[in-house]
């Protein structure tokens, strides 16, 4: 995808098809990350009026940084699941009901903006809203998940050069392979179940409405029918940090903190394998950010920009990633725009947070 940068096996920003297998690294560690974009019925003009109450809403309904938790718990029905389908869920669910809710470091992002679109969009009257966006996953449960079967599909293979051992699979007619697929189906509904509470609250904190609401995964993997040499086949799709674009499906590609993000309606285009980019993509690591760039900087830049950051590392300021335009002008044959995400007040985990994604 235009957007892909290094990432362990298969590039961040990869596409990859098997048959009969899954391969934990190439689903990423991130298991099930996700964007969600809901449209609400507050007047953009209140946006700058109100501004504290809007930072207020999210730092109340939503918690930020690694091993961020609720002290009094949220619930959903994804707690009813059958966390017993594999030994790190299991394990894991009472530390996954306490991260119920919370968005995570890194490139995780709750913001509020402002969403324009030129015509009518499953019913919303073209116009300017202000809407509210997230970007999170399945947090350290998923993380556990992806460690103990990625390890284990490497036991299965040591055979694999330096290179391609974050490419080791696991055959899905086996017991571990089974366990991972079913494990990771369901980080994808606890990860929905993060989002969905974080938007319900954040909607019932500021006593307003949704009037559209659209989400995507990336790091995940779907068991798909695609066309090999003109016969339909399943796969195994994987989509590390890349967004399934198939014929009319809805998504959200974000840029960055102070660059816009896109509604998109997929052209179901085979050559991907049905995907577009999942955002804009780093151009710089973590650690050339924090020795290159400075705070003076950078809020000149977002002043400039009109946006309003409640909190952040400097590993995720805007000069850190792709143009977000050049990014969906080398891919219109994958997807369609349908709106535009302005962002103006956004929160990120504090300084200092180790990533997770």
């Not at 930072?55 to 059958?82: M, P």
Request: hydrophobic share 40%; glycine share 10%.
């Amino acid at each position: 995808m235009p957007d892909a940068h290094v990432g362990y096996g298969l590039p961040i920003g990869g596409v990859l098809a098997t048959e009969g297998a899954v391969i934990p690294y190439a689903v990423g560690v991130d298991i099930a990350c996700r964007m969600k974009m809901t449209v609400l019925d507050w007047p953009v003009r209140e946006l700058d009026r109100k501004r504290e109450r809007l930072i207020k809403a999210i730092e109340q309904e939503t918690r930020f940084g690694v091993g961020a938790s609720f002290q009094n718990r949220r619930d959903h029905s994804v707690l009813e699941a059958d966390w017993n389908i594999s030994p790190v869920t299991k394990q894991n669910k009472d530390r996954a009901w306490a991260q119920l809710g919370t968005s995570g470091s890194g490139n995780h992002f709750v913001e509020f903006g402002i969403f324009t679109i030129s015509e009518d969009v499953n019913g919303l009257p073209a116009g300017e809203y202000v809407a509210l966006l997230s970007h999170s996953g399945s947090r350290g449960t998923g993380a556990a998940v992806c460690d103990r079967y990625s390890k284990l599909a490497m036991e299965q293979h040591p055979d694999l050069p330096r290179e391609l051992k974050h490419l080791a699979w696991l055959d899905l007619n086996s017991e571990a392979g089974q366990e991972y697929w079913a494990a990771m189906e369901l980080m994808g509904c606890y990860a929905a179940a993060n989002h969905a509470l974080i938007h319900q609250h954040i909607a019932s904190n500021l006593g307003v409405q949704v009037l559209l609401d659209v989400e995507n995964h990336h790091n995940f993997a779907w068991k798909e029918r695609h066309l090999i040499d003109g016969v339909p086949r399943e796969l195994v799709v994987h989509r590390k940090g890349a967004t399934p674009a198939g014929k009319d499906v809805l998504g959200i590609i974000p840029g960055s903190m102070a660059s816009p993000g896109f509604l998109v309606r997929g052209k179901g285009n085979a050559e991907s394998l049905n995907s577009a980019s999942h955002g804009a993509g780093r151009v710089m690591s973590r650690t050339k950010a924090l020795e290159t760039f400075s705070w003076e900087k950078v809020n000149r830049v977002l002043k400039e920009r009109g946006v309003h950051l409640i909190s952040a590392g400097l590993d995720e300021v805007p000069m850190v990633y792709k143009d977000i335009n050049t990014v969906m002008d080398a891919q219109k044959d994958l997807v369609e725009v349908l709106g535009r995400f302005d962002p103006k007040l956004v929160k990120m985990a504090p300084s200092g947070e180790r990533p997770e994604d």
